[in-house]
């Protein structure tokens, strides 16, 4: 016996059984009985998937006001989350989906900095809704980082801690990065040097001060994250930093700092007085 058409869905939406009646059921074409047409005062019945859906339309609402009236303060982490995630999930409760985010990545920052595999095991979150929030956290990395441009690094500090926590401070590898600067201290390049494992990314000086000299830069600063979340520079840190330190001082290459990011904090070699 043929049924009724069922549209079938993604992660990211409700599943809609069509509910509309036919005029010729195809039923009775089979020995079916015919339908019997509705009473009058009849009352139409919601379809089971569409039923709980009134009440996350009038959160939705009141959030939007919420955000509306009172701006960002007025919200949780979470509640943010979730006005995002209406656009991207139209239809389902994304409170749940919010919450479960930010509970295994920690915070909003971290969600923006998973990665999108890891995005996808969330309940809800799926490859669509995984690529927009990666190209959020993308459109924030940019920004941040067209702030350091034609600027003097050394005076916009907090500008500069700010987008390497945002750019790395999430990784699952540990990452080298290099500021190259002018000789006015204003920004000519930013390149990851290289790609490690979770404690360990190979450096090599001879390198770094070769890309320093094509780039005709006359200072740098280095930076590098730790997956672990500690920002305590190692015994090996300290070296490599030495070495790089020597090797550019020896081209007229000044090295300002070198930053460890850690996903709560960071370290600056030349506030330890490491440099």
Request: hydrophobic share 40%; proline share 5%; charged share 25%.
């Amino acid at each position: 016996m043929a049924k009724g058409p069922v549209a079938t869905s993604s992660d990211d939406e409700l599943p809609f059984e069509t509910q509309e009646p036919l005029a010729a059921d195809e039923r009775s074409f089979f020995g079916g009985r015919p339908q019997k047409p509705a009473a009058p005062n009849a009352k139409a019945t919601l379809p089971a998937s569409l039923a709980g859906q009134e009440h996350y339309h009038g959160h939705r609402e009141r959030l939007r006001d919420r955000f509306r009236e009172l701006g960002d303060t007025a919200l949780a982490d979470y509640e943010i989350l979730e006005l995002l995630l209406f656009r991207l999930i139209p239809r389902r409760d994304t409170k749940p989906i919010a919450k479960s985010l930010i509970e295994r990545f920690g915070s909003l920052s971290g969600v923006f900095g998973a990665p999108a595999a890891l995005l996808t095991e969330i309940k809800g979150v799926g490859e669509a809704v995984a690529l927009d929030l990666k190209l959020i956290s993308t459109v924030a990395h940019r920004t941040l980082k067209s702030e350091l441009r034609s600027k003097q690094i050394l005076s916009s500090w907090s500008s500069v801690i700010e987008y390497c926590h945002a750019a790395m401070a999430h990784e699952t590898r540990e990452q080298f990065r290099i500021l190259f600067l002018d000789k006015r201290n204003v920004l000519i390049a930013d390149e990851v040097q290289g790609r490690g494992t979770v404690d360990h990314t190979p450096v090599y000086p001879r390198e770094v001060v070769k890309r320093a000299l094509e780039l005709s830069a006359t200072a740098m600063v280095l930076v590098h994250n730790h997956p672990s979340g500690d920002p305590t520079p190692s015994r090996a840190d300290i070296d490599m930093t030495k070495v790089i330190i020597e090797a550019a001082k020896a081209l007229d290459i000044t090295v300002h700092d070198h930053i460890i990011i850690g996903k709560d904090g960071h370290v600056s070699f030349k506030g330890l007085k490491l440099i």
